[in-house]
């Protein structure tokens, strides 16, 4: 089916779905772009259906056909003024796929014993959550788990993660469920706050741990900082008080992987 009108009703409903509101509601998201896409589907992501355009580059086009011949969701080919109704970006992706929401369950996930978690509480800006997961799944992180602030499945977060969100184990729960899981587990929380005595090259990052970064604007609530085993720093030497929050987690993951490959632990 070629499809050229941006008020069609299904193009219309579709593009509903860059609103936060509407991916709530429907349980449905946009993943737009092939790498992207092609991550969502090897980690098991459902596709609803997919819009493409007339002429496809060779990554698309693999993609498209991997839709259509393995995953059998229906791919419409539409005009480039539906495919600029669709997309987030300023140069449109050649396809775009209305996906299932997955729901992944904090209380199934089982963390291992030598775990390395990363904490997001109230992230304010998509991009920073999207390059906190790149940051994870560089890392080797075993599970980002997520409090509030961006959603996890917006067009912003699944670009900036390069599709990744898809694969690194993500979990989003309410603040107060995941101090209980976290509670529940024998992980020490190391807490990030500008005001902390101890830098994070000192700071033992062995064994498991689950850093926890809050909003750049506010830092973590004090309900936080309590539960916190530990609190560190990032020095700084400038006139800036705080890092981009991504940069952040980059730090503090690798400074973790290099302490745990010189103790022998993985």
């Not at 449109?92 to 996930?109: I, W």
């Not at 990363?118 to 997520?146: C, F, M, T, W, Y």
């Not at 062995?206 to 609530?221: K, M, N």
């Amino acid at each position: 089916m070629y499809l050229t009108s941006i008020a069609n009703p299904r193009i219309k409903a579709a593009a509903k779905l860059k609103e936060r509101r509407e991916r709530e509601r429907s349980g449905l998201f946009l993943i737009e772009g092939h790498r992207e896409l092609e991550r969502a589907l090897a980690a098991g992501i459902k596709v609803v259906e997919a819009y493409c355009a007339l002429e496809l580059g060779p990554d698309e086009a693999r993609v498209v056909e991997e839709l259509e011949s393995q995953q059998r969701s229906p791919v419409n080919r539409v005009s480039e003024a539906v495919l600029k109704k669709l997309s987030t970006r300023e140069n449109p992706a050649g396809v775009v796929a209305v996906a299932r929401m997955p729901n992944p369950s904090l209380a199934d996930f089982k963390p291992p014993p030598n775990a390395l978690l990363l904490v997001a509480v109230g992230l304010e800006k998509p991009g920073n959550l999207g390059a906190l997961l790149r940051s994870a799944d560089a890392a080797g992180a075993h599970a980002v788990l997520v409090a509030g602030g961006v959603d996890v499945y917006s067009p912003q977060v699944i670009r900036n993660s390069t599709g990744v969100v898809f694969s690194q184990p993500t979990y989003v729960a309410s603040e107060q469920k995941l101090l209980e899981w976290l509670e529940e587990h024998p992980i020490r929380l190391v807490a990030t706050t500008p005001h902390a005595d101890q830098t994070y090259w000192d700071a033992d990052l062995r064994g498991p741990v689950a850093i926890v970064l809050g909003p750049e604007h506010t830092g973590l609530s004090p309900e936080w900082l309590h539960r916190a085993d530990l609190e560190v720093r990032i020095p700084m030497q400038g006139e800036a008080d705080s890092l981009n929050v991504s940069v952040t987690a980059a730090l503090m993951l690798f400074e973790a992987v290099r302490q745990r490959r010189g103790s022998g632990a993985t």
